[in-house]
């Protein structure tokens, strides 16, 4: 632990690498996808970490507890538990993998991922799953706060309207009728909610390598990254 905080402050320059793969980025860069498909080629475990907050929110709303409420919160966080497997999140058993990315828990995850005792408690469940290595992990502090140690730290972005266009269709693909200003809106809200809170921001580790993937397929992204691992192992 205390050489996991010593990592912390210089981003893991000087510590030995982890063979774990970081994707940080903004909302709808597609690093879920991505880091799944790395995963796999790389015969790799994936660990969603988005889908650990997502499931959170949704236990809190289940439970009908508020933030403010820091007893009940303790008691819950205390009882979590929260398995992945696959590309399946589990909550006390249930699959919730769809329940979890309904527009509620998306507005709800804002507030719960910015609470420094909800992080502290899945940072720490995140790094007793990734400790051991192999494994491909997403989220916004992988590379800053949760591995820092991990030898490939990938930054992956596109221009928000790039992201909105790719949210967009998937909406629609879904028999949805989105609207696009309103798609773009809403990323735009969760960049800024991600990356001014005080605890853990989004922010690109020092030792990250960034990869705008605006004008890019997800071929092309993922054999990027793949190559790039398999240049600095
Ligand atoms: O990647 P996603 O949209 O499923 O993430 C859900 C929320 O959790 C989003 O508001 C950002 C937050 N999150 C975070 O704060 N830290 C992570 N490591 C992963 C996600």
Redesign the pocket.
Known sequence: MERRNAAHQNDGMSATPLPLIAI?GP??VG??TTARRVAARLGWQYL???????AT?LALQRAGLSLEDREGLERLLAGLDLTQEGTRIYLGGEDVSEA?RGQEV?RL??P???DARV?EV??DQ?RRIGSSGRWVV?????GTV?FTEACCKIFLTASPEARARRRFLELQAKGGSPVLEEVLADLQR?DQ??ST?AV?P?RKAEDAVELDSSDLTLDQVVDWIVAKHLAHP
């Open positions: 940080d909302s709808g690093k879920s969603d970490t988005g889908a650990m907050y997502r929110a979890i998306t995850v804002t719960v991922s910015a992080r899945l940072v995140q997403d989220g916004r502090d992988i949760v969760r909610a991600d809170r853990a989004l």
